[in-house]
C-alpha cells in the first residue's frame, strides 16, 4: 500500500515540530534535573538547577524559546520505500520552506543564525535557511521526520597553531 504525503503536510510538520523544540524540554530531561536537584547539596548548585527548571516553565507556559540561541536545524528523514509525495517543488525546498515558516512564525519569532555563504559576504538568510537534511531510504509506507535545532555557539571561529617540539 502506497502512503501519499502532501506538501502542505510536511511543511506544516516541520514547522510545529521546531517550534515545539524550541520551548519544551523533554519530560526525561525536566525529571532528570529535578531529581539531581532534590539530592543536590550544594546551595549553589540546586540554585542554578532551580533557574533551570524555572526557566523551563516559564517557556513552556509563555511559548517562548528555552534559549536565544535557536539553532541551525538539522533534519532526519526516514522515507518509505512505498512513500509517494505530492509535491511541486524539490524535498529539500519543502523541508527548508517549514524551517521558514517556523523561524518567522509570528507568535514565536526564532533567532535565525544561518549564513547564505560563511566563506564570503557572511549575510544572515534571516529565515534559518538551509537546513541540514540527511535521508534514508528505509522499508516500508511511512515517513518519519526528525527535527534538531543545534547551537552555534561550538561552531564560534577558533585559531589552532602548533609549537615546534625542538
Not at 25 to 32: A, C, V
Not at 104 to 118: E, F, G, I, K, Q
Not at 130 to 145: F, S
Amino acid at each position: 500500500m502506497t502512503t501519499v504525503i502532501r506538501q502542505d503536510d510536511l511543511i506544516e510538520s516541520v514547522a510545529d515540530a521546531l517550534q515545539f523544540i524550541s520551548y519544551y524540554h523533554p519530560k526525561d530531561f525536566i525529571q532528570g534535573v529535578y531529581e539531581a536537584y532534590l539530592k543536590e547539596e550544594s546551595q549553589a548548585a540546586k540554585d542554578a538547577m532551580a533557574q533551570i527548571l524555572i526557566n523551563s516553565r516559564m517557556c513552556a507556559q509563555g511559548h517562548r524559546p528555552i534559549c536565544q540561541d535557536t539553532g541551525i536545524v538539522t533534519v532526519f528523514v526516514n522515507i518509505g520505500m512505498d512513500v509517494k509525495f505530492e509535491c511541486d517543488m524539490p524535498l529539500d525546498d519543502v523541508i527548508n520552506e517549514g524551517v521558514r515558516l517556523a523561524y518567522t512564525h509570528p507568535d514565536n519569532v526564532l533567532r535565525a543564525s544561518v549564513l547564505a555563504d560563511p566563506d564570503g559576504k557572511r549575510q544572515n538568510t534571516k529565515d534559518n535557511t538551509p537546513a541540514i537534511i540527511h535521508y534514508k531510504m528505509v522499508p516500508g509506507n511511512t515517513v518519519d521526520v526528525h527535527v534538531a535545532a543545534k547551537g552555534g555557539g561550538s561552531e564560534a571561529k577558533s585559531k589552532f597553531a602548533m609549537l615546534n617540539p625542538s
